[in-house]
């Protein structure tokens, strides 16, 4: 954009350059619902199979106050919670140690490398015959899809950090153990960050996972039950709800991360 | 030679064979022990890989195999192309990227299996609806992958390519992709386990062929050796893909100094 001099120029010019920022998402959202509106009522797609934007509203309110949704969310979430806490608990340590001590990443990282591709959600079929369809199934089945990713993150981050560091706090007589919690661990922080960013979208699609595969309570199970129901509208609806629930924890997450920590650069 | 080379290569070999040491004598272990139950619930290896050879034998090990291969494939292809298009348009173009940034925003963190039952509902019960999971799975990986790479390009090797008179389109080709490769093809790799991933759950869910519904059949039918074979299949499958990825990776980018997984 050239440089214009004048007040007036360079006010069009600003507006000009910011007016897209502002038009274009607008334009695109309101393209992409307008579409979902008007095509099952053009006919353009049957309504059985997808119900215009307006109606699954309707009904996202509609299911919000029924009674049987907030307790299925409920115990979702305390699954969720529960198994996220513990696979950080895990995590966090067992990575950090992984680097800064060699041998424990020589033994830990292959089996890593050799379990990553495996459908942990699966695991609750085998889970429920080991433990039966109660909390410790359910739990186990969120720390073992999300402990992968927060050790290979902590590990990456305590891999990487200024050995200067390490070495001045040595040098000042730190304990391992302080050197660990006060040193190596805020270094790595960053790092550990985006991996538990990374670890709570993976546990919330570990929880839906498991609850649509072993049906039970949870919010998984209510929006497949409504599948098998044949209640096309009420898919929708709690599609929309479940996506947005997710979509809101990854935004609150960043910007909790944002504002405690200002000094942490670049993306999480 | 020295006692050192020769230990080299079994030190190699080890490392290799190692992780696949440790599960099998866990295995073995937890269910010698019936730690987790008993031999019904938790059969050990050895009860498994017979099954497997009986399975193998049967032709129907591989068909089910092929069918989860062909869903796999197919949807990480489309993810492939349509990661790297729309990836490259987000990088490159401010125009789409402003109009894409609020709808991507909001797919990329949103659990995708929320969607599995709207999708189920339109695409239906056949092998479209699973390849459609595998993609939703793969393709935003490639695309964020691909929009990084391609909008961190240094400047002077677009000046320096214009200069020495390609074109625009020419040097999207042979100065953009290249130089975002690194990161499109980190996209790629997570993108190969989510598609696996998504088509085995969409088989589990609702299908009627597969690896994924081998498994839950047998859950259903109490046939529990069968479980462990559909599930070690299709992890071994994810492993030896993943390794020929890396090792693809690795020669695509040697000229590159962020070849180091």
């Known amino acids: ?268 | 030679m020295s006692p050192a080379a020769v230990l080299r290569p079994v030190v190699w070999v080890w490392w290799r064979v190692y992780p696949f040491v440790v599960i099998l004598a866990l295995w073995w272990f937890l269910a010698d022990r019936g730690l987790l139950g008993n031999r019904f619930v938790m059969p050990p290896p050895g009860d498994v890989l017979d099954r497997a050879r009986e399975l193998f034998d049967d032709g129907s090990l591989v068909d089910e195999t092929l069918v989860t291969l062909r869903s796999v494939f197919i949807a990480y292809g489309l993810a492939m192309v349509v990661g790297i298009l729309l990836g490259t348009l987000i990088g490159r173009v401010r125009a789409v990227r402003l109009a894409l940034r609020p709808i991507v925003s909001f797919l990329f963190p949103t659990p995708k299996v929320a969607l599995y039952p709207a999708m189920t509902i339109i695409f239906g019960l056949g092998a479209s609806s699973k390849i459609v999971f595998g993609f939703s799975e793969a393709v935003f990986p490639i695309l964020l992958g691909t929009a990084a790479g391609t909008s961190q390009i240094e400047p002077r090797l677009l000046w320096s390519a214009s200069s020495l008179g390609t074109s625009e389109r020419q040097s999207l080709l042979r100065v953009v992709i290249p130089a975002a490769l690194p990161s499109i093809l980190t996209g790629a790799r997570i993108a190969m386990v989510g598609a696996i991933i998504g088509v085995f759950l969409g088989e589990m869910i609702a299908g009627s062929s597969g690896l994924g519904h081998m498994m839950a059949v047998a859950y259903r039918t109490l046939e529990t050796p069968d479980m462990y074979v559909a599930i070690v299949t299709v992890s071994l499958i994810g492993y030896l893909l993943d390794r020929t990825f890396l090792l693809a990776r690795r020669s695509l980018l040697a000229w590159s100094a962020e070849e180091a997984p």
């Open chain 1, 1 to 268: 954009m050239s440089t214009t001099r004048g007040e007036p120029r360079q006010f069009i010019a600003r507006a000009r350059h910011l007016a897209p920022q502002v038009l274009l998402p607008a334009l695109s959202v309101t393209m992409l619902l307008g579409l979902w509106e008007i095509a099952p009522r053009l006919g353009w797609v049957r309504d059985t199979s997808i119900p215009p934007f307006s109606e699954v509203i309707a009904e996202v309110v509609d299911v919000l106050g029924r009674p049987g949704f907030g307790t299925n969310v409920a115990s979702s979430a305390q699954r969720w919670g529960l198994g996220l806490a513990i696979a950080t608990a895990i995590g966090i340590p067992l990575g950090t140690l992984m680097g800064r001590w060699r041998p424990l990443y020589k033994l830990v990282d292959p089996l890593l490398v050799v379990t990553y591709p495996v459908p942990k959600t699966a695991l609750i079929l085998l889970f429920v015959l080991w433990w039966e369809a109660g909390t410790v199934s359910r739990v186990g089945i969120v720390i073992t899809g999300c402990l992968i990713p927060i050790v290979i993150s902590s590990y990456h981050g305590a891999h990487a950090i200024e050995e200067r560091l390490v070495w001045s706090a040595r040098g000042l007589g730190i304990g391992p153990i302080r050197r660990g919690v006060r040193v190596i661990l805020p270094a790595a922080l960053p790092q550990i960050l985006s991996g538990l960013r990374l670890a709570i979208a993976i546990s919330i699609f570990t929880v839906l996972g498991s609850e649509l595969l072993i049906r039970g309570d949870g919010i998984g199970a209510f929006m497949f039950t409504a599948l098998d129901n044949g209640q096309t509208l009420t898919v929708f609806a709690m599609s929309t709800i479940v996506a947005t629930i997710g979509f809101l924890l990854d935004l609150i997450y960043v910007q909790a991360v944002r504002r405690s920590l200002p000094w942490l650069e670049g993306d999480i």
